[in-house]
């Protein structure tokens, strides 16, 4: 048993290793290249042409100021959202709990796109009713600036914080407060001196990760900020890539060692503050029940905040891709919008072999790309949750490793690696790009559900004559069926709508519906991006629904 385990163990940490481990390799060996081809020609030019480029120091700051406010502005609001839907009174609670999330449903390059067409200074639909209803010559806002880059990230990163600190504000126990009642502290103060102390783990693990993700955020940056001329460090590595007479990749990788080191150890801080949490458990054995604190006169108000605040998470990206997809081109909604009406942008689209070629592929790697992935990660989990050993903590080390690593700075990577290979220019480069960057969405469900499977049932199974693989089958897979479903579909639907590694592996042939969405936003085809992109948030929500039933049926019958 403990030979068959320390083989499938080394096995995995070859694979796992293969996919984290090979893309870093290569990039440190790029950045010391002098060209895609020339992998050993070393040389410090391209470290010394990166960091002494005067633009750089624009793009770090711009950088600080982007990823600092957006992470921010998606923990307030994160916390603001834990506390009303967890601690108070405040009506249809329920809904309201949904709805911070349900911007991981919305692709970030649509969610951009959406606010472009609602904020363009040209012919943004709120910039074209303020010029008629006010008779202004220019338009009175903006989306193409820092605060329109801010506030964008900061709502699409706001699910990630709000996920994190949802939980810890639910589980806070009614003692500590009702202590500080009995001493005669209000409410604000009470929130001020003893919830927030309590809760500053899951709050900075929060920042934290939400840090990482702005950090390798792409959508943004390249939709909102690249037609604006504010530039960032994954724009300004596209830039060295996608321009000029010949993509520098040496000097891409130079810069991407300082993004990936960053990366890494800021999820070394994210991991210490999730850990620190446990020093600040509140929660007993005894009965339990959190605190509702009465709104009184400010629940009107705050109901009216929440309510407009889901207008802008979803009605309004939603609606504005819609009606863009319906219209000739930019207009103010009215009798003379609704006559032009037609189906003109999505005959195009689906006339379009490009778009239906992205459509094909993202397809097939949302759907057996996801199944692949999930499959590798069953065996993961299984080693790190069951196998005690110190090669399976090495295991689990290099499945999370990846959680780290910013999509274009990797894809760089990769690039290195995939050139002197088959695989360059293929489907099958982009498929192990995405299982390499996406693996822990699959391995953190399924490894929760391991730890709810007593070794017991493993064990009897065993013991009756069953082999590993039947027991595998039979007894644990079924167990594990909300786990494979959860883990599914969270790779599936980043699969289906990842767009930073992409961009740099994807070649004509191998075009995904991200990048294609991109090029429609670079050439200003408005209507056929938004018909495409309508397109993919109705696919990806059917694949969503269809597993989560499939998932449903397949799910052990409780006695």
Partial sequence: ??????????????????????????????????????????????????????????????????????????????????????????????????????????????????????????????????????????????????????????????????????????????????????????????????????????????????????????????????PGRIYVLATHLYQMISTGFQADYGMASAVGMSVLAASIGLIYLYRYFTSAGERFVTISGRGYKPTVIRLKRAKVPLFIILGLLSLVLIVLPVAALFYISLVPYSMVPGARAFAAMSFKHWTAVLKDPISLLSLKNSLFLGVFGASLGVTLSVFVAYVIVKVKTKSAGLLETLSFLSFSFPGIVIGVGFMWFFVRTPLYATIWALLIGYIATYMPYGIRPITSAFIQIHSHLEESSLVSGASYLTTLRRIVLPLLVPGITSGWVLMATMFFRELTLSVVLSRPGTEVLAVQILRFSEDGLWGRLSALGIIMIGVSTLLVVTVNLIGNRFKPAES
């Fill in 1 to 226: 048993m403990t030979h068959r385990h320390g083989k499938l163990t080394w096995g995995l940490i070859v694979v796992v290793g293969f996919l984290t481990v090979c893309p870093v390799i290569m990039l440190v060996f790029g950045s010391f290249s002098t060209g895609l081809t020339a992998t050993g020609d070393f040389t410090l030019s391209k470290y010394i042409g990166a960091y002494t480029d005067p633009a750089l120091l624009e793009v770090m700051g711009n950088t600080f100021v982007f990823v600092l406010g957006s992470a921010t502005l998606a923990t307030v609001l994160a916390l603001f959202l834990a506390y009303l839907n967890n601690r108070t009174d405040m009506p249809f609670r329920f809904l309201f709990k949904i709805i911070p999330v349900v911007p991981m449903m919305i692709p970030h390059i649509l969610f951009s796109v959406s606010w472009v067409l609602l904020l363009n200074p040209s012919n943004g639909i709120f910039n074209l009713i303020l010029k008629q209803l006010f008779s202004l010559d220019k338009a009175p806002l903006s989306i193409y600036s820092m605060p329109g880059m801010i506030l964008v990230e900061g709502l699409l990163d706001l699910p990630i914080a709000y996920l994190i600190i949802a939980p810890a504000m639910a589980s806070f126990d009614v003692a500590l407060e009702e202590s500080s009642r009995v001493c005669g502290a209000g409410n604000s103060r009470t929130l001020r001196r003893i919830t927030l102390p309590v809760l500053r783990p899951a709050i900075l693990a929060a920042f934290v990760l939400c840090v990482i993700r702005c950090l390798a955020s792409f959508a943004v940056p390249s939709v909102i900020g690249m």
